[in-house]
């Protein structure tokens, strides 16, 4: 038994690890974040401070290879706006850490809605 687990950790681990062959669209990227669309409601958002990012298959990311998504994009200024059919996200350019949180003084630097007709993620208390 502990064999056949050890042999299915060591196949998991290597598929996880190998380099994918194709990767998604990146809809924005910049030299700290990179925004990649999964489908019409989810995005991943990446930041790498030194503008790094891992390509390669890894446990939280095993999939890295999606279909085209129909979005709207666009940049002005220090704005960028990515508009799918079920949300619309803005993010302020300025190299800091991707973070909802921002001074009572200041705009949000990263903000997204559902579009008319989609609901709201449901916030848990954590």
């Given at each position: 038994?502990?064999?056949?687990?050890?042999?299915?950790?060591?196949?998991?681990?290597?598929?996880?690890?190998?380099?994918?062959?194709?990767?998604?669209?990146?809809?924005?990227?910049?030299?700290?974040?990179?925004?990649?669309?999964?489908?019409?409601?989810?995005?991943?958002?990446?930041?790498?401070?030194?503008?790094?990012?891992?390509?390669?298959?890894?446990?939280?990311?095993?999939?890295?290879?999606?279909?085209?998504?129909?979005?709207?994009?666009?940049?002005?200024?220090?704005?960028?706006?990515?508009?799918?059919?079920?949300?619309?996200?803005?993010?302020?350019?300025?190299g800091?850490?991707?973070?909802?949180?921002t001074?009572?003084?200041?705009?949000?630097?990263?903000?997204?809605?559902?579009?008319?007709?989609?609901?709201?993620?449901?916030?848990r208390?954590?």
């Open positions: 038994m502990k064999l056949n687990i050890r042999l299915l950790a060591s196949v998991l681990l290597t598929f996880a690890l190998m380099p994918s062959t194709a990767q998604a669209e990146e809809v924005y990227r910049d030299n700290t974040v990179r925004f990649t669309l999964i489908d019409e409601g989810t995005i991943r958002l990446e930041y790498a401070p030194d503008g790094k990012f891992v390509d390669n298959k890894s446990f939280v990311a095993v999939i890295r290879e999606y279909g085209s998504v129909p979005h709207k994009a666009s940049t002005s200024g220090s704005k960028v706006v990515i508009t799918t059919g079920k949300f619309k996200l803005t993010y302020k350019k300025d800091a850490p991707l973070s909802p949180r001074s009572a003084s200041s705009p949000p630097r990263l903000s997204a809605c559902p579009l008319p007709g989609h609901p709201a993620p449901s916030r208390a954590t």
